[in-house]
């Protein structure tokens, strides 16, 4: 089968094209430009006429993927602006909304073939910042954020502009879906990350150039700087490994049963020692960071119970060692690290 995915160029992204090329599927990839587009075509060079590159120059624009959409038989939306510094909360909510519900009005319209459509939302659009420690599940909407941006506009936080833009987004297509149920051929499945960490597989030329997870995991990690958040400058909360992720995204158009579902992808809570512990444990050349932490007494403030998605897609997640192994082997590759 051939699969659409949006968005190709990202960190994520660039590894579910991977991923699905390595189980045999063809992948139409979608770019803004030619010039977005080269790292792929030369990475992915070797799968031949299986990759190909489709330019969507403004995913916004009424029937940008109609063209995108045509014979392909499913597609992973994740394209959507993912930073926390802008001022308008528009710059992520326009693109995030008018980008989910416009592929799947092409696919409606033009994918005749499109069997079933995964959007990548975000933990972000589950969690709320609780004042006592608390375990989120599939059912929890993130209002917080919605109503931050409502009441707050351009004065919102960061985090609450971009977690705003995944709720609104994903709600988007729930609502899609359940308007056209009687016209559509396809289903529909969300994959729910919490951070996402893991090698660079996309273009990355500097690690100042490393995009915003991946930018927190080095600078805290390899640099010793842990920014603020509000869940405590120590980390957290949940991650999944990027290999992880874009295998969950392939899974979750192969199984009948992930159809209609929302899956939280999550290997478990974290904080930043433990990834120092696991590279220097490896002899890495990072700040040890803070010593006194002991893992077994860690708490969080904000948990999943993410044990439906294993039972649906029947998937295992690396471990913090082997996610802290493997990219502080790529970044010593990359002379970014001792
Ligand atoms: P990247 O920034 O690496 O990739 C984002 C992709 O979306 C890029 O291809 C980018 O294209 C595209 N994009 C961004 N804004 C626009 C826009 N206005 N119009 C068209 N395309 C746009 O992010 P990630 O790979 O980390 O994220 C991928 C998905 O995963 C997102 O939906 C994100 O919300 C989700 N996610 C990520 C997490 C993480 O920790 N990284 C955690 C949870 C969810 P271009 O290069 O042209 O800007």
Request: hydrophobic letters at 40%; one cysteine or more; glycine letters at 8%.
């Amino acid at each position: 089968g051939k699969v659409l995915v949006t968005g190709a160029n990202g960190f994520v992204a660039t590894w579910v094209v991977y991923s699905l090329l390595e189980h045999g599927y063809s992948v139409r990839a979608s770019v803004r430009s030619e010039g977005k587009g080269a790292h792929l075509c030369k990475i992915f060079a070797s799968y031949g006429d299986k990759f190909e590159l489709a330019i969507v120059p403004d995913i916004t624009s009424p029937g940008a993927f109609d063209e995108a959409v045509k014979g392909v038989d499913a597609i992973e939306h994740t394209a959507s602006p993912v930073h926390l510094n802008a001022d308008d909360p528009d710059e992520f909510i326009v693109p995030a909304v008018k980008g989910t519900i416009g592929v799947l009005e092409s696919a409606l319209a033009h994918g005749t073939s499109v069997k079933r459509v995964v959007y990548t939302s975000s933990c972000v659009s589950i969690l709320r910042i609780p004042e006592q420690p608390t375990v989120f599940s599939e059912k929890d909407w993130n209002e917080q954020a919605v109503e931050d941006v409502k009441a707050n506009g351009r004065n919102a936080t960061g985090l609450s502009k971009y977690s705003a833009s995944k709720v609104l987004a994903e709600r988007a297509a729930w609502e899609f879906v359940e308007k056209n149920k009687a016209r559509i051929a396809w289903d529909l499945v969300v994959v729910n990350p919490p951070y996402v960490f893991g090698p660079t597989l996309n273009e990355v030329d500097k690690p100042e150039s490393l995009h915003s997870s991946m930018d927190e995991w080095f600078k805290a990690v390899c640099g010793g700087i842990y920014n603020t958040a509000p869940w405590g400058s120590d980390g957290g909360p949940d991650y999944i490994d990027v290999r992880d992720l874009a295998l969950a995204h392939v899974l979750a158009i192969q199984k009948e049963g992930a159809g209609g579902e929302r899956l939280i992808i999550s290997s478990g809570p974290w904080k930043w020692q433990n990834f120092t512990i696991a590279g220097r444990k490896i002899g890495a050349a990072i700040p040890a960071g803070n010593t006194s932490y002991d893992p077994a007494k860690a708490t969080h403030l904000i948990m999943y119970d993410a044990s439906k998605a294993p039972k649906v897609l029947g998937i295992r997640y690396r471990s913090i060692d082997e996610t802290t192994r493997d990219i502080l082997e790529d970044y010593k590759a990359r002379g970014w690290v001792k």
